[in-house]
């Protein structure tokens, strides 16, 4: 999940990432992003990615801004604002637009807690989802290794079978040099349908 953080103006990076669930279901997507100076950092990006779902393939992107309003610091909130919009590549539609303030509070160097809230509206139904999330990251103090449990989800009514029930992630990453790492994540519920799912990801960092 997102958090309030932004890197400095001339950061970019390149997150890509594989998961299968024990249906057989897969996603792989990458996501490159910078972070640019527009009188503020602003972090401009996009996901592409490619699913199969019960034997059938989609393509999407996923423009998204992000800017920080609120430094966080040890024991202060941080906020930030994300906007953005999911374009079916196959359908050659705009399913999604969607908004949410990530926030973050740092309990010292090695521990943070995140916190989201939001709003998504599906095209394609026609329908407002409000979103949440929340995480928890730890980390050694020569940061390479941090484990982090999340949860998140999404408020449907009416809702279809399983869409209200939260999703949770419990991920390892390795990070033996800063401008890389990669994370082994174990996934329940990723995309609203009950199933475990198993995520390698990897984020190569450079200016």
Known sequence: MDTAEISAAGSCKVEAWFSSSTDRDAIAAVNPDCVVDLSRPVEIGVQLARGRSDGEYNSTAT?????NLVPSAIGKLGVAVAVGATYDLSAQDTTAVFANLPTTLRLSNNA???LSAGWLR???FGSDYGTYGAG???RTSDNVWTLT???FGQAVAPAPPGANQPRYQLGVRY???DPFSV???YDRNLIGEGRNWLTVST???FR
């Open 136 to 138: 928890v990251d730890l």
């Open 63 to 67: 423009p998204k801004v992000k800017t």
């Open 203 to 205: 984020i190569v960092r």
């Open 112 to 114: 943070r807690v995140n």
């Open 183 to 185: 994370d082994l994540i």
């Open 175 to 177: 990070r033996p040099v």
């Open 149 to 151: 449990g999340e949860m």
């Open 122 to 124: 599906d095209r394609a």
